[in-house]
């Protein structure tokens, strides 16, 4: 498993934009996938985006165009850009890991972070 450390969330008034960051332990970083979720209050946990280890990315339709995923192997970093954000995108969010390096099965996500709360106020 890895250790995962996201930063960057915060208060940000609607239309504006935060770029949260994970930071990641260990030396197999680039063989994992990483994935961003988010919870609301009262409301499930959501996949919001993923990349897997070759780079492949995958968004929730209601937020293509909005956000994005990358990764940066050399600094053990994945990114989440949220651009345009609005007062539903209130939640915390989560960055995981996956070791198959797919990306595209929740339950293959076995490294999770401590999560970073994301406001957006209208």
């Known amino acids: 498993q890895v250790q995962l450390v996201e930063s960057g969330g915060g208060l940000v008034q609607a239309g504006g934009s935060l770029r949260l960051s994970c930071a990641a332990s260990?030396?197999?970083?680039?063989?994992?996938?990483m994935g961003w979720y988010r919870q609301a209050p009262g409301k499930e946990r959501e996949l919001v985006a993923a990349?897997?280890?070759?780079?492949?990315?995958y968004y929730i339709d209601s937020l293509k165009g909005r956000f994005t995923i990358s990764r940066d192997n050399a600094k053990n970093t994945v990114y989440l850009q949220m651009n345009s954000l609005k007062p539903e995108d209130t939640a915390v969010y989560y960055c995981?890991?996956?070791?198959?390096?797919?990306?595209?099965?929740?339950?293959?996500?076995?490294?999770w972070g401590q999560g970073t709360q994301v406001t957006v106020s209208s």
């Open positions: 995981a890991a996956d070791p198959t390096g797919w990306g595209q099965v929740e339950a293959d996500f076995g490294s």
């Open positions: 260990g030396r197999t970083f680039s063989s994992y996938a």
């Open positions: 990349i897997s280890s070759g780079g492949s990315t």
